[in-house]
């Protein structure tokens, strides 16, 4: 393998998505089916991978794909996977970090939650010899600068994947429809980015804003503040949710008001709870990220960096859109 590799491009098709789902987790791509250096026989690397909120459906399906994937491949490395309590927990993250760092692992994959401040404790990490892997939310980049460390970032590009989930919903509705969007945690990148594409489809397909506020990823608070835009806006036709786990609790608001699948959601991560939503018409659409897979990847790209590989810029993965076509 070559050193000076600096940044390709991850398009997963269908044909690999579908073996991925059968387990052929190898086959994500042809670059990776070169496997792990012989290097590795001598003493397995410890792989740690770092979430955020485990109560996220979205996080257990990257929990049980990492899991699923370090299983057919303990004879290569050990592995062990954290998540965050909530998705405001910063500080465990933070810990879960430095505790790697003094268990001596080899390799850090992690999905941050916030996106500038996570950036000093893993550059430290980067300093003691870590291999850093950056997945899911993009670290800052001028955080990244200051502190003197340069991350590749493997994941997707949640501004087309809002975009893809703003302009269904901007089809279904048509210009002159009056919409609000729900934000995810405003210290994430991925949070600001999924607003831009949101807007986006607002601009293009000549929708009205009427109000975008955060529920910080979360169900409950997700349901609290679609309440309040019911009391506040009686002509909502669409709602914009940054991720399906706020998607959740914007239907349960429709719900208690009677008004589900009158006001049309659309969302973003396509975990299992919303399938049945959108099936039955509360939902209109979502938008694949590929979790469990992105975890795999990261696990697979911090084993070509423990093995002398070097990669910089964005590493892209897929997003597609999911509408009721689309669920069995």
């Known amino acids: 393998m070559s050193n000076s590799k600096k940044h390709e491009s991850v398009l997963i098709s269908a044909p690999r998505r579908a073996a991925l789902k059968l387990g052929l987790a190898g086959t994500l791509m042809l670059a990776l089916s070169c496997g792990v250096s012989p290097a590795f026989a001598a003493s397995k690397p410890k792989v740690g991978l770092i979430m955020k909120s485990l109560s996220n459906e979205f996080f257990k399906q990257m929990k049980e794909g990492a899991d699923k994937y370090a299983a057919e491949n303990k004879e290569k490395f050990d592995f062990k996977a954290v998540g965050m309590k909530d998705e405001r927990d910063f500080a465990s993250q933070v810990d879960a970090v430095e505790n790697f760092v003094t268990q001596k692992y080899d390799i850090i994959v992690v999905a941050p939650a916030d996106s500038k401040a996570m950036v000093t404790p893993l550059a430290k990490a980067v300093k003691a010899g870590v291999k850093v892997i950056n997945i899911d939310v993009p670290l800052d980049a001028d955080a990244k600068k200051a502190a003197g460390v340069d991350l590749a970032f493997f994941g997707p590009d949640n501004t087309e994947g809002a975009k893809l989930s703003g302009d269904a919903l901007a089809k279904e509705l048509g210009p002159g429809a009056k919409v609000v969007i729900l934000e995810g945690n405003p210290e994430a990148d991925n949070a600001k980015e999924r607003k831009v594409g949101f807007m986006d489809s607002i601009k293009n397909g000549k929708l009205e804003l009427l109000d975008s506020k955060t529920a910080h990823w979360e169900t409950e608070e997700?349901?609290?503040?679609?309440?309040?835009?019911?009391?506040?806006?009686?002509?909502?036709?669409?709602?914009?949710?940054?991720?399906?786990?706020?998607?959740?609790?914007?239907?349960?608001?429709?719900?208690?008001?009677?008004?589900?699948?009158?006001?049309?959601?659309?969302?973003?991560?396509?975990?299992?709870?919303v399938k049945p939503l959108i099936k039955d018409g509360k939902m209109l659409a979502t938008v694949e990220q590929y979790g469990a897979e992105m975890a795999a990847l990261g696990i697979k790209y911090g084993l070509r960096e423990y093995a002398g590989e070097k990669f910089s810029g964005w590493v892209k993965t897929d997003v597609t859109l999911i509408t009721a076509k689309d669920i069995k």
């Open 222 to 273: 997700a349901n609290t503040v679609m309440t309040n835009f019911l009391t506040k806006y009686k002509d909502i036709q669409g709602v914009m949710a940054a991720n399906d786990s706020m998607a959740l609790g914007v239907v349960k608001a429709l719900d208690a008001s009677g008004q589900s699948g009158k006001i049309k959601v659309v969302g973003f991560d396509n975990i299992p709870s």
